[in-house]
């Protein structure tokens, strides 16, 4: 009987959850006009406190929440129906759709498990160096495939060799648990560290791309983002490994006995390389080193065939993805293209949808002054150094998206800092990207990314052993972010200190 009952209290329960986004959003459109902002801006804010209450309990889709501003802000007169539904075909949004027709190749023909289980036989059949390749392994494909595909992949794998060494090791003993508990943090910790290195490796990079170039007209380059965020990734991969083998769960374990076999038995499982996967390889490495190399391709048909070469990165997305569909797979019998339609049935439709709503809601706080307003607000604070403030903001995200989706956070965060920016006469960029990258670096709670929430599942790990990992890793990353925007970011993207730069209108 309880079985029965239990889905009904449990509809009654979520049902008082989704009220709350609507009941908030009454209270405001109700209230009479707050001071300093106008009658739009409160409707806008009514709409903002509906979308923050779906997103921050996710008691619905975060997509479907998402999809809320194509009904309200033209219901409410904030934005035309025209105007709302630009957002959600952004240049940006398709060079993601691109990056997932990618990883839906390397998937489909498992190349991304080649490349996976070559770089954990490389690295080693000692302990730490078994945790050193899973996590190189994991950062690697979170730099161009899902974090959460990557470490669904991945998890199995990494079970398997625990459950391996624990024959010939004390699996009670402290420095075996510690090995274990390492292994899992550093398997999540991965797979969301991974996804910052490149443009199209997590969507809160992608979603502040996005909301730049609709906002300034401003494009970052695939290369320069990963000029910058590469050595970002493998400066806190580093540190995460670090602390988690010599400062909070060290194993003192040394050589293990059969370690090698596993990973040589999952490889022999593949077979020897066929031609769909090296097509592939062959499609994803031309499509990286296009995405890397474009500026100097630009450069050097100019300077020598006078020819201006007008690609961009979403250009060279889409033409990956169409090679993808036409380019045969090689197999003697039944023989397809690399990939069909329906595989596209495993594509996030959902995450691109996510994006548009992000931007729309942008657009809307924009377009009624509310970020203004915030900036202006912000900015009479003349005590606030922009150093400080960059502290100040890498850890709010980093701690904020503990609880809240990342991709909602730089949403909405996103667009008061490019307001504070201006108001304080800084490069956007420098507060933008410090947010973004702090909103991809929740370590705390399983609840904090999905990687996190999965590796949790393995049944290895305690909440009170990621918090003890994850706040440590939360500080350092906040302290590395802070480096970086003040003395990597501005060497990159020529930012000069209190100086807006020309493409800011």
């Not at 039944?334 to 595989?343: A, R, V, Y």
Request: proline share 4%; glycine share 6%.
């Amino acid at each position: 009987m309880s079985e029965l009952s239990e889905p009904s209290a449990f509809s009654i329960a979520k049902l008082r959850i989704i009220a709350i986004g609507p009941i908030l959003f009454l209270i405001l459109i109700a209230l009479p006009q707050i001071p300093y902002i106008s009658p739009l801006a409160q409707k806008s804010l009514a709409v903002t406190s509906w979308m923050l209450a779906w997103w921050i309990s996710e008691v619905v889709a975060i997509s479907v929440t998402a999809l809320l501003p194509l009904v309200l802000f033209p219901l409410l007169g904030i934005l035309s129906i025209k105007e709302a539904s630009e957002a959600y075909g952004n240049p940006v949004i398709f060079l993601f759709m691109g990056g997932f027709m990618l990883a839906l190749a390397l998937e489909k023909h498992k190349l991304h498990l080649r490349i996976a289980l070559s770089i954990v036989q490389f690295t080693g059949t000692n302990a730490n160096g078994i945790i050193w390749g899973f996590m190189l392994a994991t950062a690697f494909l979170s730099m161009w495939i899902s974090n959460t595909a990557t470490t669904v992949m991945m998890l199995p794998i990494a079970s398997s060799v625990i459950a391996l060494l624990s024959v010939t090791t004390d699996k009670d003993s402290k420095n075996f648990q510690n090995f274990a508990v390492a292994m899992m943090l550093g398997i999540g910790y991965a797979a969301t560290i991974g996804g910052v290195a490149t443009l199209i490796g997590t969507p809160p990079n992608t979603v502040m791309a996005s909301i730049l170039a609709e906002k300034y007209n401003y494009r970052i380059n695939f290369g320069q983002w990963m000029a910058f965020g590469f050595p970002f990734m493998l400066i806190l991969l580093y540190l995460c490994y670090f602390v988690l083998i010599k400062i909070v769960y060290p194993n003192r374990l040394k050589h293990f006995t059969g370690s090698r076999e596993i990973i040589d038995k999952e490889l022999s499982k593949l077979g020897k390389i066929t031609t769909a996967e090296v097509r592939t390889l062959i499609i994803f490495s031309c499509t990286a080193f296009l995405w890397i190399f474009q500026d100097l391709i630009k450069y050097l048909l100019k300077i020598s065939l006078n020819f201006k070469l007008n690609i961009e990165d979403t250009m060279i997305a889409v033409m990956a993805s169409i090679l993808l569909f036409l380019v045969s797979d090689g197999k003697k019998q039944n023989t397809n293209f690399l990939l069909e339609w329906k595989d596209t049935e495993k594509m996030p439709w959902g995450i691109l949808l996510l994006f548009g709503g992000g931007l729309c809601l942008a657009n809307a706080l924009d377009k009624t002054g509310l970020i203004q307003l915030i900036g202006d607000s912000m900015a009479n604070n003349k005590g606030l150094s922009i150093l400080l403030l960059l502290i100040i903001l890498a850890f709010l995200s980093i701690f904020i998206s503990e609880i809240m989706s990342n991709v909602a956070l730089v949403s909405v965060f996103v667009p008061v800092v490019l307001g504070l920016a201006v108001k304080l006469g800084e490069n956007p960029l420098l507060l933008a990207i410090a947010v973004t990258l702090g909103a991809s670096c929740a370590f705390m709670l399983p609840m904090g990314s999905p990687p996190n929430a999965i590796v949790f599942s393995s049944g290895y790990l305690k909440v009170s052993q990621m918090v003890k990992a994850g706040f440590i890793l939360n500080i350092i990353a906040t302290i590395l972010i802070v480096l970086f925007a003040y003395f990597v970011l501005p060497l990159i993207f020529g930012i000069e200190f209190g100086k807006i730069p020309a493409w800011v209108k």
